[in-house]
T-cell receptor, first 111, second 112 residues
Framework: TQLLEQSPQFLSIQEGENLTVYCNSSSVFSSLQWYRQEPGEGPVLLVT?????EVKKLKRLTFQFGDARKDSSLHITAAQPGDTGLYLC???????????FGPGTRLSVLP | NAGVTQTPKFRVLKTGQSMTLLCAQDMNHEYMYWYRQDPGMGLRLIHY???????AKGEVPDGYNVSRLKKQNFLLGLESAAPSQTSVYFC???????????FGPGTRLTVT
């Protein structure tokens, strides 16, 4: 069974600060996705990374896939209250048809 | 397009009662999924379907059954509800496996 760990579990910061959250596993994934979930809603896809070492940027968000495809990070620059939410990573296997989700990092950005 | 819709949004059941959750998608996606989300445990896959008329077990299938009689609908059934099934249930769909998943708004189920 492929397992994903996310750290930190909770993070509360002030508007304008930078932060990084992590997604780690002992397993190798074919691809990795990051989702953001707001209260009372379903998760929404932010990005998919598929190549080891890949870096993708989405405005103030920077995503990196580890060289060995076992881990990933999400860096947010100058966080805003609108970034508040639960950030989930999900790893895809090589043979399976499904993603395995991590437990999430709950981010709160205070104005 | 409505995307993925789920009914009902909230439900309270007594132990032993049965119910069916309905998921509908209008994106012509082949794959559909049912997840449950519990605090600190992320999303866990219950059952999934890779096309009309097919179903398969996920990580936590016990106590649940599913059916995919029409491509756009995926039903999740609880035959005899237990308190351990108190959770938020999400349906999702995707074009193919390992593609972007589109999630519904969730159903909050409480079993007393």
């Amino acid at each position: 069974t492929q397992l994903l760990e996310q750290s930190p579990q909770f993070l509360s910061i002030q508007e304008g600060e930078n932060l990084t959250v992590y997604c780690n596993s002992s397993s190798v994934f074919s691809s990795l996705q990051w989702y953001r979930q707001e209260p009372g809603e379903g998760p929404v896809l932010l990005v998919t990374v598929v190549t080891g070492g890949e870096v993708k940027k989405l405005k103030r968000l920077t995503f990196q896939f580890g060289d060995a495809r076992k881990d990933s990070s999400l860096h947010i620059t100058a966080a805003q209250p609108g970034d508040t939410g639960l950030y989930l990573c999900a790893g895809g296997g090589f043979k399976g048809q499904n993603f395995v989700f991590g437990p999430g990092t709950r981010l709160s950005v205070l104005p | 397009n409505a995307g993925v819709t789920q009914t009902p949004k909230f439900r309270v059941l007594k132990t032993g009662q049965s119910m069916t959750l309905l998921c509908a998608q209008d994106m012509n996606h082949e794959y559909m999924y049912w997840y449950r989300q519990d605090p600190g445990m992320g999303l866990r896959l219950i059952h999934y379907s890779v096309g009309e008329g097919t179903t398969a077990k996920g990580e936590v299938p016990d106590g649940y059954n599913v059916s995919r009689l029409k491509k756009q609908n995926f039903l999740l059934g609880l035959e005899s509800a237990a308190p351990s099934q108190t959770s938020v249930y999400f349906c999702a769909s995707s074009y193919r496996g390992l593609y972007e998943q589109y999630f519904g708004p969730g159903t909050r189920l409480t079993v007393t």
